[in-house]
C-alpha cells in the first residue's frame, strides 16, 4: 500500500501530473519503486514544452477516475504526444487549489488555465452554465451526447459561456440526476413513486435549478458541498442526495455502507466537464488551438464510451445488476421508475408543464443567448433522435466545425 507520505514525496520530485500519469498507465498494482521508475521515465519524456498550462481538478484517486469515466488524464496524454511536448500540462489534484465550489472561479481570475468541475456547482459563479440545468431538458443521455456533439452547441452553449463568462467549453461526461437513499431505506421497500420520498432532506448541488426542482415535486432540498455530503449522511442530517449513479458509487467505493437504494430519476443533467479560460487559449498558436480542440474531441469520445461501459460494468446501473461491481457488492439497488411514474414527475417541475416557476430564469437565460428562446432550441436538438437510441451509438462530430 502506497501512503499518501509518498505520493506527495513523488510529487514534489516528479510533479503531480507525471505521477498520476504513471498510476493510471498500469492496471494492477504498483509497488512504490514501479510507480516512483514509471513517474521518473514520463517525466523525463515532459521536457522542453513551449506552453505551460495548469489544470485544476476537484477529486483525486484512481479508482474514481475509472468509475467516472471523466478523461482528465486521457486529455492529458493526447494533447502532450499530439503537440510532441509543446504543450505541457501540469495537474493540480483533489481540492489542492480549489474545491466544486470555487474552481470555476479560479479560472475565470486567472489562477489556474483549465479546470473541472460539476456543471451544476459551476453555474453558481457562471451563470449561463445553468441552460443545461432545466428538469428534463435531455430525455436520456443519447440526447446528452447528441447536443454536445452538435453543431449548434456552438451558438447555444459554447459562445455565449465564452462571452460571458471567458470559457471554453472543452469535454463533459454526460449523466443524468437522480436520489442517492441512506441508511433509513435499507430495510425499506424499493421506492416506486415520488411520493415514497416526499419529506425527507436530500442534499443538492450548489445548483439553483436543482434545488427548485426539488422544491417542485414536494422534496426539501439541503445545498452541500460534496465534501460535507458523507458526514451529513452518516449522521442522518440529511436522508438522501441528488446526484449520479458513478458519483454514488465512488463514494461507496471509499465508505461502504452508507447508500441504500439509488433511484434513476433523469431528474436534470449531470456534468462533469473542463474549460480553458479563452485568454489562454486566444493565446496560443493556430496550430496549438487546433490541437487543443481536437484532443477535447478525442476525450469526449473517449468519455462516451468508456463512460458507458463504466455504469454496466463497474457501477452497476442496470436491473439485472452485473456480479461484482459496486452496487451489487454494497447491495445498493439500482431503481428505475415506471415511465408513467417519470412523466408524472415531469409534469411537476419541467418548463415545458410548468412555464410560469422557470419565467424568470428562461428570461435572464435568453438575454445571455441573444434574444432566443434557449431552452426550446435545446430541448428539440435533444429530441432530433430516437427515444431508444443508445448513448454508444451516437455518432461523433467535431462541433466546432460545420
Not at 479560460?277 to 468508456?306: C, H, K, N
Request: hydrophobic share 40%; net charge positive; proline share 4%.
Amino acid at each position: 500500500m502506497i501512503s499518501r507520505r509518498d505520493m506527495l514525496r513523488l510529487a514534489n520530485k516528479f510533479g503531480w501530473t507525471s505521477l498520476f500519469l504513471a498510476a493510471t498507465s498500469m492496471s494492477s498494482p504498483m509497488t512504490l519503486a514501479e510507480l516512483a521508475n514509471a513517474a521518473e521515465s514520463i517525466n523525463k519524456k515532459r521536457k522542453n514544452p513551449r506552453k505551460t498550462l495548469t489544470y485544476a481538478i476537484t477529486i483525486a484517486g484512481k479508482t474514481l477516475f475509472q468509475i467516472n469515466g471523466f478523461g482528465y488524464f486521457e486529455f492529458i496524454r493526447d494533447i502532450e504526444a499530439r503537440t510532441d511536448g509543446e504543450i505541457r500540462i501540469e495537474f493540480i489534484p483533489g481540492s489542492e487549489i480549489c474545491n466544486e465550489m470555487t474552481c470555476v472561479k479560479k479560472a475565470m481570475q486567472g489562477i489556474v488555465d483549465i479546470y473541472s468541475s460539476s456543471i451544476q456547482n459551476a453555474a453558481g459563479v457562471a451563470e449561463y452554465f445553468n441552460v443545461l440545468n432545466f428538469p428534463y431538458l435531455f430525455p436520456n443521455r443519447a440526447s446528452q451526447h447528441h447536443f454536445f456533439y452538435h453543431p449548434k452547441s456552438q451558438r447555444l452553449l459554447r459562445e455565449p459561456l465564452t462571452k460571458h463568462h471567458g470559457l471554453i467549453l472543452l469535454f463533459t461526461h454526460c449523466r443524468l440526476r437522480g436520489f442517492a437513499m441512506g441508511k433509513k431505506w435499507k430495510d425499506k421497500p424499493d421506492i416506486k413513486s415520488i411520493d415514497d420520498i416526499a419529506g425527507p432532506k436530500i442534499r443538492v448541488t450548489a445548483s439553483k435549478f436543482g434545488n427548485k426542482a426539488l422544491k417542485l415535486i414536494g422534496v426539501d432540498g439541503v445545498p452541500l458541498d460534496w465534501n460535507a455530503t458523507l458526514n451529513a449522511l452518516k449522521f442522518g442530517l440529511v436522508d438522501g442526495m441528488e446526484t449520479w449513479e458513478a458519483a454514488v458509487a465512488g463514494m461507496s467505493f471509499e465508505q461502504p455502507d452508507i447508500i441504500s437504494q439509488f433511484v434513476d430519476l433523469h431528474l436534470f443533467s449531470g456534468n462533469t466537464h473542463a474549460a480553458i479560460r479563452s485568454s489562454v487559449f486566444d493565446s496560443l498558436t493556430p496550430e496549438l488551438q487546433s490541437a487543443i480542440m481536437e484532443s477535447a474531441y478525442f476525450t469526449q469520445i473517449w468519455g462516451q464510451l468508456a463512460g458507458e461501459a463504466s455504469l454496466i460494468n463497474m457501477v452497476g446501473a442496470s436491473t439485472p445488476q452485473m456480479p461484482r461491481t459496486i452496487f451489487s457488492d454494497q447491495k445498493i439497488r439500482y431503481i428505475r421508475l415506471s415511465e408513467t411514474e417519470l412523466k408524472r414527475i415531469e409534469q411537476m417541475c419541467s418548463p415545458e408543464f410548468n412555464p410560469k416557476a422557470w419565467e424568470e430564469w428562461c428570461n435572464k437565460l435568453n438575454l445571455m443567448a441573444g434574444n432566443i428562446d434557449i431552452y426550446q432550441e435545446i430541448f428539440k436538438i435533444a429530441r432530433e433522435i430516437s427515444p431508444d437510441t443508445l448513448a454508444e451509438n451516437i455518432a461523433p462530430r467535431r462541433w466546432w466545425k460545420k
